[in-house]
């Protein structure tokens, strides 16, 4: 949905809409698919909502926009500000950190969702350049009407790097569909990204681990309850989706102190300070069941206290 001059898309609705906007790099962060939960929380409580993303593979949501938008971006990867999509006044624009958010900037009600800026070391294995991962996203900070932070940790990212402040509004987990589940299948250990060598390390223990190249999004709450543990070593995340995931279906993810872990997880016991720490955890873990049992229960707790979807929502548009 592009137009051939200076002249704004516009979207007439006869209700007020919410307007979620991610983009061809949403996939690969997990912003997609908290925009679609987002998205069922905000119908629940009774907004319209529409979903805009240039990705023209995108495997949550049907695009809003055709090839010819994808054309338009600039030689850096971010929109041209003249094709501006244009919305009803009284609606409002959640920019969910991808560089399409550009096209939104002169509406009313716009608010930009900080998912934590992605170290140096990360976008260089991802072959996009650093200085245009950071520069996609400074005209939205600086034109949005507010700007929320995924965690304390990526709000501390944000002063520190761009000097912008941020309330912190944590990503939110469907906990209706995320919860424990019946299945036939059981697996001590589940794995799904980590260091090469940690796996290694694991596969020289006599721990049943499974460790697929890919669960479909729907076979997610069977994969988590089918295991005793969930095992999320990686070197930095902004929030960690996998992680409350796994809580939210009552499985116990042992994690490495670094980044955002701690602050997410808020479970001592589950926290390593190094590789092999973690393995005698989830060592322990497997061996007690009743330690096992106490720490699933807390980890669902916290989930339906601090991530449930219904409430952040609510909670994030009364505050925009």
């Excluded at 094709?83 to 509406?107: K, M, Q, W, Y």
């Amino acid at each position: 949905m592009t137009t051939t001059d200076d002249t704004p898309t516009s979207l007439t609705d006869p209700q007020r809409t919410v307007h979620l906007v991610v983009d061809y790099l949403a996939y690969h962060s997990g912003q997609a698919k908290v925009a679609i939960t987002r998205a069922k929380a905000l119908e629940e409580l009774g907004y319209r909502t529409k979903i805009w993303t240039a990705d023209v593979d995108f495997p949550f949501a049907e695009s809003q926009f055709d090839i010819e938008t994808l054309n338009a971006l600039g030689p850096t990867g971010m929109p041209m500000i003249a094709r501006p999509i244009s919305v009803p006044e009284e609606d409002i624009v959640i920019l969910e950190g991808g560089a399409l958010g550009n096209f939104f900037l002169h509406n009313n009600n716009v608010a930009y969702i900080n998912h934590g800026f992605v170290p140096r070391s990360v976008t260089d294995t991802r072959r996009i350049s650093h200085q245009v991962y950071i520069s996609t996203r400074l005209p939205q900070l600086q034109f949005a009407d507010s700007i929320y932070s995924v965690s304390e940790y990526a709000k501390s990212q944000l002063e520190s790097k761009l000097g912008y402040q941020s309330s912190v509004s944590y990503n939110p987990i469907d906990t209706n569909r995320f919860r424990t589940i019946a299945t036939d299948q059981h697996h001590e250990l589940g794995v799904l990204s980590g260091s090469r060598s940690l796996l290694n390390a694991l596969e020289q223990t006599d721990i049943n681990i499974y460790s697929p190249d890919f669960v479909p999004e729907t076979e997610l709450p069977k994969f988590y309850s089918s295991l005793s543990v969930f095992c999320h070593l990686t070197a930095w995340d902004s929030f960690g989706l996998p992680v409350v995931e796994s809580m939210a279906c009552g499985t116990p993810p042992v994690v490495l102190d670094n980044s955002v872990k701690r602050e997410i997880v808020g479970i001592d016991e589950l926290i390593a300070s190094t590789p092999q720490e973690a393995i005698e955890i989830i060592k322990q873990l497997i061996d007690n069941d009743e330690l096992r049992s106490d720490l699933a229960e807390m980890s669902r707790s916290r989930v339906e206290n601090m991530f449930d979807h219904t409430e952040l929502t609510r909670e994030l548009i009364n505050d925009i």
